[in-house]
């Protein structure tokens, strides 16, 4: 008599990987698996962090300069840093002012025997913190008569780091605003002329051409240099930022073409004009979105010429004028090899300025390779 086999025990099957082990990466929105790319590159990540103090430091000014970023003091002309030394706390030596008559120049002699202890969050000169909050109160300040000069003073007697502090909310958002203008007008213009293409497009190239075939910095300068010199801080603010961005959308453009020409082929093109979908709808509702992860790459990558651009027309003395405070209007007194080898200090907003052009370069590769989440 045979005997039927036991039937096969069938085992509970093994839980299947979780969407962030890598089985269900297909099913992430575009935006996440754009942001967990970008997140593997660590010197991407690491100038966005950096980029991110520096915008802080800039919104914190007042807060974080001991001293007023105009106030002129003839007695402090082109001082160096001021020591800090530990003396129970952390301290400041006191300075005296003497005239060399050989040279004709001051120097500056510490006396370190009677240190003068910083203070922190101490009273100082009032301000609107973000504009809005009226505070006297500082990160770190010494009593008077005595002044702390963190990276010294210029030839006015100025304290460079609240300068550059000051002057970093010109230079960062004059290169964010310049962009932002320059972005808006080469998609538009780029998506317009790659979906209509026919006589729209050959009109919109040919002016596009035009332009590009312009040397941009004598084109920069000439627009700049027919500003009236009466000019409000404001109003020159506004104009130097059209002009910066009235060149750098046409590159944005032509590349922005090119893929619009490809996506207007596609089938959902086709679908949304037998649906009835009207063309400004097609270009602002299809195409536009499919080419933003470009658009957003290729502008971060020219925001540090927009910043190394103001930065240039301020250093030749038609870009930001005083009473403004850029990192360029800083960089105007280092036109002198003399005085920048006596006075190092004041090449530290061009520091500020390679600092920040590295990093927003660095965030454009990240962006750059995080567009294509699955190559």
């Avoid at 790319?37 to 915008?55: I, P």
Wanted: hydrophobic share 50%; glycine share 8%; charged share 15%.
């Amino acid at each position: 008599m045979t005997t039927t086999p036991p039937a096969p025990v069938m085992e509970p099957p093994a839980p299947s990987a979780p969407a962030e082990a890598g089985n269900g990466t297909a099913t992430l929105p575009q935006w996440r698996l754009m942001l967990r790319r970008f997140l593997k590159s660590r010197l991407a990540v690491a100038g966005a962090v950096v980029l991110a103090v520096l915008y802080l430091c800039a919104i914190l000014a007042p807060f974080l300069s001991p001293n007023p970023y105009d106030r002129q003091d003839a007695d402090l002309k082109n001082a160096p840093p001021t020591a800090v030394v530990w003396s129970g706390g952390p301290a400041i030596c006191s300075r005296e002012q003497q005239l060399d008559t050989e040279t004709f120049s001051y120097e500056y002699r510490s006396d370190c025997s009677k240190p003068v202890p910083l203070r922190f969050f101490g009273k100082g000169q009032e301000y609107k913190l973000f504009g809005l909050i009226p505070t006297d109160r500082h990160l770190v300040t010494v009593d008077a008569p005595h002044t702390l000069l963190l990276w010294g003073a210029d030839s006015a007697g100025r304290d460079v780091f609240a300068r550059s502090m000051q002057g970093a909310r010109v230079s960062l958002t004059i290169g964010l605003f310049g962009v932002a203008v320059g972005t808006f007008l080469g998609a538009t213009i780029g998506t317009v002329s790659g979906y209509f293409r026919g006589a729209v497009d050959t009109v919109l190239q040919r002016f596009i051409e035009l332009l590009m075939s312009l040397p941009t910095l004598p084109l920069w300068l000439a627009l700049a240099a027919i500003l009236p010199q009466e000019m409000s801080v404001t109003s020159r603010y506004f104009l130097i930022t059209l002009i910066l961005s009235l060149v750098g959308w046409a590159s944005l453009a032509r590349q922005i073409r090119g893929k619009v020409m490809s996506y207007a082929a596609g089938d959902y093109v086709a679908a949304a004009r037998i649906a009835g979908a009207s063309s400004a709808r097609i270009v602002f509702r299809h195409l536009i979105p499919n080419a933003s992860s470009h658009i957003v790459a290729t502008s971060m990558l020219a925001v540090p010429a927009t910043i190394i651009a103001e930065t240039s027309l301020s250093f030749l003395g038609v870009g930001m004028l005083p009473p403004a405070v850029s990192w360029g209007v800083l960089l105007s007194d280092a036109q002198n090899v003399s005085a920048v080898q006596q006075h190092p200090w004041l090449l530290i907003p061009a520091a500020l300025v390679v600092l920040a052009v590295t990093c927003f370069q660095l965030i454009g590769d990240g962006l750059r390779d995080a567009v294509d989440p699955y190559g």
